[in-house]
């Protein structure tokens, strides 16, 4: 299979405050990453959790028949399972530091399709909140979420004119940033020159708006990142926006195990079923300072004729894709690509753009399946895993204590796992906090909560669909389905209009079907009456259940009945 596109090579040489050198460093610059003032307890901690560990190892071997309890048998069992946790520079006190700046960076934003037309959108890359939207001409803008007269969220603005308005004051901004408006100065008073927004270079690629989120260096073009395949004749895709409420390395983590898709996605679709857990094979083929590459498949499945296992690729900043080719009966060859773009959007929040696309043409009963109703298929997948990614965000904020600590990393599924959280401790003091394999760096500043609207005017204003929801029933909730998907996908948000509509037509259609059947008196005009009432409720009943499949999560149950 060809290769896609191939890493940059090129360092950044400007750091953040917190960056290194690019060398190998000693034991104390390693311990330095590590929260102040815990040095000894962190220590004790490891060798605490070493000691418990082969506890635990002796007492699980004492417990059968003629199996020796030697803790040094244990250790050899486990070489043969486990990925080593240390590698023989780590045991020198030495690792591999690179350059890097988070914000020398470009993000994925949102999809272009879905950027609202008649709204503000206020979105964030880590603790930076950005406003999008699109002018009187219909280019698309980005500022700072900031109106510079008293920090109101220009995102909870309006668009005026093609002029972003701020609705506490009406101080209305152009697309370069300029305030050309202030309601409040005296007449033939002059604007001040500082009385403008910050501004942000953004690129429409590919059919995703990106962000470079430097304010003392020129963007990088040639950092936007390009996939080979979505420019391939015939190729087509199904895209999906989804906010989620944990940290953008646990998605991204989540992302790379393959391993967990057949026990926690069981039949969810044809293609997961827990008997088809088993272990896999890796094949790591290019390490660079901008992330991996490499193949992976069934461990079953290889050396059969024909068969392609799959290519991961992970690219700094937070890009995944995993590509394939298969050659079908005719000779013809088919690619197939899930791309997974992973924006940090705040302390455990992230927001992802999934896009799953191929050049085969659909065929039999998919050729019949909206795609409203795949995006709600892939919104259940993202909720059988939020619980346990959700509490393990939670335990690596608690425990303060790199992965390697807390991880048992198995050869046979959890490779992709650990080559991440080792590229983490190569670049990780160059970004705002991080959770590497073996180094860690917390947040400086708390999470910033964001609060619900309260009282009927704030309440309005927020349920517009860039907002957070229709009406007063879809509060903002990245828990919610509508919230975290819906809201950003105007296909979806078109759907459950339509069914809306539908449901209060069909209903008024029943009610005066029903009222007409007791005011008539002959049989077969009652019958018809009724017959056209329950086929009303029918279809009130479709189009309450298409509604609800947009608004509400699965629930695992964990008792099978």
């Not at 088809?276 to 059969?304: C, H, I, Y």
């Amino acid at each position: 299979m060809a290769l896609q596109q191939p890493f940059l090579s090129e360092l950044l040489h400007s750091t953040s405050k917190r960056s290194l050198p690019t060398t190998l460093t000693t034991r104390s610059t390693i311990l330095s990453l590590q929260q102040p003032k815990k040095h000894n307890l962190y220590l004790h901690n490891q060798q605490f959790k070493k000691q418990e560990r082969l506890s635990c190892y002796a007492i699980a071997e004492n417990i059968g028949d003629g199996i020796s309890s030697s803790s040094s048998s244990a250790e050899v069992d486990d070489q043969s399972v486990l990925l080593e946790n240390s590698s023989l520079e780590e045991l020198r006190g030495q690792r591999e530091i690179v350059g890097y700046d988070w914000t020398e960076e470009w993000y994925p934003l949102y999809l272009t399709k879905n950027v609202p037309d008649d709204a503000p959108l206020g979105l964030t890359v880590f603790d930076k909140q950005v406003v999008l939207y699109r002018d009187g001409s219909g280019e698309l803008r980005c500022f700072e979420d900031r109106c510079p007269h008293r920090l109101a969220k220009l995102s909870e603005g309006q668009l005026y004119d093609g002029k972003l308005e701020c609705l506490y004051h009406g101080w209305q901004f152009e697309g370069d940033g300029k305030c050309v408006k202030i309601p409040q100065l005296p007449e033939n008073a002059r604007i001040p020159r500082s009385a403008c927004a910050k501004k942000y270079e953004i690129r429409d690629s590919q059919g995703v708006v990106w962000i470079w989120m430097s304010q003392r260096t020129p963007p990088n073009i040639n950092k936007i990142p390009w996939f080979e395949n979505f420019e391939r004749e015939g190729f087509r895709d199904i895209s999906t926006t989804h906010e989620l409420p944990y940290d953008h390395s646990i998605l991204l983590e989540n992302l790379m195990d393959p391993a967990h898709v057949p026990i926690s996605h069981d039949r969810t679709d044809f293609t997961a079923k827990r008997e088809d857990a088993g272990p896999l094979f890796f094949e790591v083929t290019e390490r660079t300072n901008r992330g991996f590459a490499g193949w992976w498949g069934k461990e079953k499945d290889q050396g059969k004729a024909n068969y392609t296992p799959n290519f991961l690729r992970f690219e700094a900043p937070c890009v995944l894709q995993n590509n394939r080719e298969i050659v079908d009966e005719n000779g013809e060859k088919h690619y197939f690509s899930g791309l997974f773009l992973c924006r940090p959007s705040g302390q455990g929040k992230s927001m992802l753009i999934v896009r799953f696309g191929n050049t085969r043409k659909r065929t039999g009963i998919l050729k019949f399946i909206p795609n409203w109703f795949l995006h709600q298929n892939a919104g259940k997948v993202f909720e059988q895993d939020m619980g346990f990614l959700s509490s393990q965000n939670e335990i690596l904020m608690k425990e303060k204590v790199p992965t390697k600590k807390l991880y048992l990393n198995l050869r046979s599924s959890d490779t992709w796992v650990a080559e991440y959280r080792k590229w983490m401790d190569k670049v990780g003091h160059g970004m705002p906090y991080h959770f590497g394999h073996s180094t860690i760096y917390l947040p400086q500043q708390p999470a910033v909560v964001e609060h619900a609207p309260a009282g009927f005017v704030a309440n309005f204003s927020a349920a517009q669909p860039a907002k957070g929801g229709i009406g007063g029933m879809y509060a903002p909730n990245p828990a919610n389905r509508y919230f975290r998907h819906v809201v950003h996908c105007k296909d979806c948000r078109n759907v459950v209009k339509a069914f809306e509509t539908w449901k209060n037509a069909l209903s008024v259609v029943a009610l005066v079907s029903t009222a007409l059947a007791i005011l008539v008196s002959g049989r077969q005009w009652k019958a018809l009456l009724l017959l056209s009432t329950s086929l009303c409720l029918a279809g009130i009943y479709a189009c309450s259940t298409a509604i609800a499949m947009n608004t509400t999560n699965f629930i695992r149950i964990h008792r099978r009945l």
